[in-house]
Nanobody, 124 residues
Framework: QVQLVESGGGLVQAGGSLRLSCVASGRIFSSYGMGWFRQAPGKEEREFVAAISRSGGGASYADSVKGRFTISRDNAKNTVYLQMNGLKAEDTAVYHC????????????????WGQGTQVTVSS
């Protein structure tokens, strides 16, 4: 089992920045690829945002966030981060981190463990 707890969400004006954190406990953190997904208001599906490999050497981004968001991880702290710059109103969502044994998975079905999420609200 892997337990994931996100933090760092909040209310920010358009153009602002936030850094989300996700702390993992349980099994060896460095054994898992990590991803960030988001679920916008009124939408049922979780949208892929970014993924990072076990070592942190590889990353993948959704086109909608490429160039604005950066995913990183610190295996010594069992933590994955999502730095979000240039936030837009359409980035408003609940952001979830997730863990997978796969490499740079972009589909939510490929992730076995999920956090409860942290709310990000961007005012325009």
């Amino acid at each position: 089992q892997v337990q994931l707890v996100e933090s760092g969400g909040g209310l920010v004006q358009a153009g602002g920045s936030l850094r989300l954190s996700c702390v993992a406990s349980g099994r060896i953190f460095s054994s898992y690829g990590m991803g960030w997904f988001r679920q916008a208001p009124g939408k049922e599906e979780r949208e892929f945002v970014a993924a990072i490999s076990r070592s942190g050497g590889g990353a993948s981004y959704a086109d909608s966030v490429k160039g604005r968001f950066t995913i990183s991880r610190d295996n010594a702290k069992n933590t994955v981060y999502l730095q979000m710059n240039g936030l837009k109103a359409e980035d408003t969502a609940v952001y979830h981190c997730a863990a997978t044994l796969a490499y740079l998975k972009t589909e939510s079905a490929g992730y076995a463990y999920w956090g409860q999420g942290t709310q990000v609200t961007v005012s325009s």
